[in-house]
């Protein structure tokens, strides 16, 4: 998030890393060729500004460089303004994919739905047969649990 407020510009990037760049402590205001301005505060702060990162990035560029004295301003028209937030390229997937999901989950939800099944079937004709005297609900309940969380895992 990019606050310019009445005594500086703000930039939040989580809740541990705020860069603050005060306009009176402003040593030097880099204007790049693409629109972009780096402020440079007096204790080695560096607050780069990428008009094409915000929302209406040109007029908040323009409300800083409005507030911040010319002589500071140094410009470089040939370079471009550094990326303050760099967000990282999605993974690449490979493999056999159904439907967007990879092979290897739909073959842990078939396991898993052929033994939910079995243990279904089990609890309830498993006290008819000579398999045992009482029907095996904890093992289904527990399956229910431990599926549940390994479901939310996979996000399907």
């Not at 440079?40 to 607050?47: F, I, K, R, S, Y």
Request: glycine share 12%.
């Amino acid at each position: 998030m990019l606050l310019v407020g009445g005594d500086g510009v703000t930039l939040t990037i989580n809740a541990d890393d705020k860069i603050t760049v005060y306009f009176e402590s402003c040593e030097a205001m880099l204007r790049y060729g693409d629109g972009g301005i780096l402020l440079v505060g007096a204790d080695g702060a560096e607050l780069p500004v990428n008009p094409d990162e915000w929302l209406g990035g040109p007029l908040v560029v323009q409300q800083i460089v409005q507030r911040l004295p010319a002589t500071l301003a140094l410009p470089l028209p040939g370079e471009t303004t550094v990326t303050a937030i760099k967000v990282p390229p999605p993974k690449a997937r490979g493999g056999l994919a159904i439907a967007g999901i990879p092979i290897d989950r739909w073959i842990g939800l078939f396991v898993f739905v052929a033994v939910a099944v079995a243990l279904l079937g089990f609890a309830i004709y498993g006290s008819r047969t000579s398999l045992g005297s009482t029907p095996p609900l904890v093992s289904l309940v527990v399956w229910a649990a431990l599926g549940y969380r390994l479901l939310r895992r996979f996000r399907f």
